[in-house]
């Protein structure tokens, strides 16, 4: 019996041995097929990352040319222009709030031009001069604001990117309102913008060369070297790769320049590797070990899976409500503008009408009815994203309108800037005893996901970018549809679209509508359908009208 025993184990271990042999060469296999996949992922990850520096550009360009176009709405409707002091001090005043400007410039049509509030000589420069410079001349003759690249500013003495907006009075140009930044200094300008480790950005002319600093000097003449040779071959491109740089790129249309962002992770990359190399010796051994205990394991481990897996859902429930709503933050944001903006100019008028002794009362109560207004609707737009957010799933009593309403205004900034319109039917001031923000998180998803392929199907037809959202209900249930003439969901598609990691969107990570649906009947006693898969695209909501307990 001993002699068996011990024949059975000999035979064991050599089964363990051959089957460690196998997971060897797998092993080995597999770790090259996870190089390339690092490689490729990084790849990706480096792609997104570069059009998020790309966009952040474009939205602070866009931002400050609109703050300049603010400021000369105001001197024109102020009628100050003409007036040395007030255009001064306004000057000073818009210079101390616009911090990413290096410097704020006035030229007049009869060549006097201030500079962060001073008027400047003809020392410097001859009336006859200035008005005879191209950023001047540009914006005088186009009447629309201008960017334009100065290979030396006299005043700063480098290089600078030129933002200018006309001013007008008696519907006539009066002036050029230009805000100045250093070539150099312009990426350090845009707020929010934080490169992660091994990443850079730089600007590029129609020439081919990069005017921004890079601290890899034979990187940015290889990459001023492809650049001429695309230029050459005259082809449209998003992207050029350099080694391990994988460099992103998007024309600026208004100055015909070009912005690239760009990662290099090739140390990242070797380190990672090191390590997964390192992790599968070390699991290979685990496997040997765990071969003997997996007998005694299996429930403890069985258990713990269970455990994960509730766990990884919850994470995943999470990361749905997050994702299908991460896009309002910035949407609120934008809204916050408006009113900031508002207040602020009403204070500046005041504080300029008080100085010229030229505040009635009247007008003083005027200006403070008008800030009050704008308190109320960022009071009013906080309180709706207050409410939206809350993590308590109380069960209260509430006007359904009223609800899908707040929703929408949280989303208008977000719909607006795709024009996407939404039109109620069926609303007849229902209330409903239910869980308030589980059903405006579950219609979210459904009007993100209506946006999307109306957005996708009419590209050139914004007009037909029409939501809407009809209530009904019947007995104790209460139904919630939303519906849109985009391309809709295949039938194939039809039959799995509420399951997990199916999506009909190119980006989508398919948890929403699973989510949704799972959200829709455990916390609502409700369910999400497909009514219809086209023409129109139905998907509908349905819940309990008074919830019990």
């Known amino acids: 019996m001993r002699i068996n025993l011990k024949s059975q184990n000999i035979k064991i271990y050599a089964i363990i041995l051959l089957a460690s042999l196998f997971v060897i060469l797998l092993g080995l296999n597999s770790y090259n097929n996870a190089k390339e996949k690092i490689i490729e992922l990084s790849d990706k990850n480096n792609i997104a990352v570069s059009k998020n520096i790309v966009n952040n550009f474009q939205v602070w360009l866009n931002e400050r040319i609109n703050s300049l176009v603010r400021a000369s709405k105001f001197i024109q409707n102020a009628d100050i222009v003409g007036d040395d002091d007030k255009i001064a001090g306004f000057i000073r005043l818009f210079k101390q709030n616009e911090k990413e400007f290096d410097l704020i410039q006035v030229l007049r049509d009869d060549g006097e031009i201030f500079v962060n509030g001073q008027k400047i000589s003809e020392d410097v420069m001859s009336k006859q001069e200035r008005v005879g410079l191209i950023w001047y001349l540009e914006t005088k003759n186009t009447n629309a604001p201008s960017v334009n690249f100065m290979k030396n500013h006299k005043i700063l003495n480098s290089p600078t990117l030129n933002l200018c907006v006309p001013v007008e009075q008696n519907d006539g140009f009066k002036a050029a309102l230009c805000g100045i930044v250093r070539i150099e200094n312009i990426f350090n300008s845009i707020k929010n913008f934080n490169l992660t480790p091994n990443s850079y950005a730089f600007l590029v002319t129609h020439s081919g060369e990069i005017l921004t600093p890079l601290p890899d000097l034979m990187l940015k003449k290889e990459i001023e070297e492809n650049f001429k040779e695309l230029f050459l071959k005259d082809e449209d491109f998003t992207c050029i790769k350099i080694g391990q740089n994988l460099i992103q790129i998007a024309e600026i249309p208004?100055?015909?320049?070009?912005?690239?962002?760009?990662?290099?992770?090739?140390?990242?990359?070797?380190?990672?590797?090191?390590?997964?190399?390192?992790?599968?010796?070390?699991?290979?051994?685990?496997f040997v070990a765990l071969t003997f205990l997996a007998n005694i394991l299996h429930n403890f481990m069985y258990n713990k899976i269970k455990k994960m897996q509730y766990e990884y859902e919850t994470l995943l429930a999470h990361r749905a409500k997050m994702g299908e709503a991460g896009e309002l933050v910035s949407g609120i944001n934008h809204q916050f503008i408006q009113p900031v903006n508002s207040l602020k100019l009403m204070l500046s008028s005041a504080i300029m009408l008080k100085k010229d002794k030229k505040l009635s009362d009247d007008e003083l109560i005027n200006l403070l009815e008008k800030g009050q207004r704008s308190v109320e609707l960022l009071s009013s737009t906080i309180e709706i994203f207050r409410n939206f957010y809350k993590s308590a799933e109380n069960v209260s009593e509430f006007d359904i309108q009223t609800s899908v309403k707040n929703l929408l205004t949280l989303m208008h900034t977000e719909l607006s800037r795709v024009n996407v319109s939404v039109n109620l039917r069926g609303f007849n001031g229902q209330k409903a005893y239910q869980i308030?923000?589980?059903?405006?998180?579950?219609?979210?998803?459904?009007?993100?996901?209506?946006?999307?392929?109306?957005?996708?199907?009419?590209?050139?037809?914004?007009?037909?970018?029409?939501?809407?959202?009809?209530?009904?209900?019947?007995?104790?249930?209460?139904?919630?549809?939303?519906?849109?003439?985009?391309?809709?969901?295949?039938?194939?598609?039809?039959?799995?679209?509420?399951t997990w990691l199916n999506t009909t969107k190119k980006q989508g990570n398919g948890i929403g509508l699973y989510f949704a649906k799972k959200l829709?009947?455990?916390?609502?006693?409700?369910?999400?359908?497909?009514?219809?898969?086209?023409?129109?695209?139905?998907?509908?909501?349905?819940?309990?009208?008074?919830?019990?307990?």
């Open 520 to 549: 829709a009947r455990e916390k609502l006693n409700g369910d999400v359908k497909l009514i219809n898969n086209a023409k129109p695209t139905v998907f509908e909501l349905s819940f309990e009208t008074n919830l019990k307990d």
């Open 254 to 286: 208004m100055i015909n320049w070009f912005i690239g962002a760009g990662t290099n992770n090739e140390d990242e990359i070797s380190a990672l590797t090191r390590e997964i190399l390192k992790n599968a010796l070390t699991l290979l051994f685990a």
């Open 436 to 498: 308030e923000n589980i059903i405006q998180q579950i219609l979210l998803i459904l009007i993100h996901n209506a946006k999307d392929s109306l957005v996708e199907s009419y590209k050139d037809e914004p007009l037909k970018r029409i939501i809407e959202i009809r209530f009904r209900s019947f007995e104790n249930k209460s139904y919630i549809g939303v519906y849109d003439n985009g391309n809709g969901v295949s039938q194939q598609m039809s039959e799995k679209i509420f």
